[in-house]
Nanobody, 121 residues
Framework: QVQLVESGGGLVQAGGSLRLSCAAS?????MGWFRQAPGKEREFVAA????????DYADSVKGRFTISRERAKTTVYLQMDSLKPEDTAVYYC?????????????????WGQGTQVTVSS
């Protein structure tokens, strides 16, 4: 059993930064961040493989967001810079079923409860 707990969300002005954390208990594999805005479908944001050696990003956040994981590999971070109002959403971290990195939410079997990120204009 794996438990994922996100933290670090909040209210920030456009152009500002936030750092999200996802603390995992139990065995972890590749990890990802997704987000869901009101009235919209959940979308992929970023993913990192089991040892931190490979990452992937949605085009909408490439160059602004950075995913990383600590050496012990139990905590995953999402550094979000140059935030825009359209980044406003609930952000979720998740663990993949396998070691492969993935943009598809169906490939993830454990999810956190989410943390709200609000970017004001």
């Amino acid at each position: 059993q794996v438990q994922l707990v996100e933290s670090g969300g909040g209210l920030v002005q456009a152009g500002g930064s936030l750092r999200l954390s996802c603390a995992a208990s139990g065995r972890t594999a590749s990890m990802g961040w997704f987000r869901q805005a009101p009235g919209k479908e959940r979308e992929f944001v970023a993913a990192i493989n089991w040892n931190g050696g490979s990452t992937d990003y949605a085009d909408s956040v490439k160059g602004r967001f950075t995913i990383s994981r600590e050496r012990a590999k139990t905590t995953v971070y999402l550094q979000m810079d140059s935030l825009k109002p359209e980044d406003t959403a609930v952000y979720y971290c998740a663990k993949t079923r396998s070691l492969a990195i993935s943009k598809n939410g169906d490939d993830y079997d454990y999810w956190g409860q989410g943390t709200q990120v609000t970017v004001s204009s």
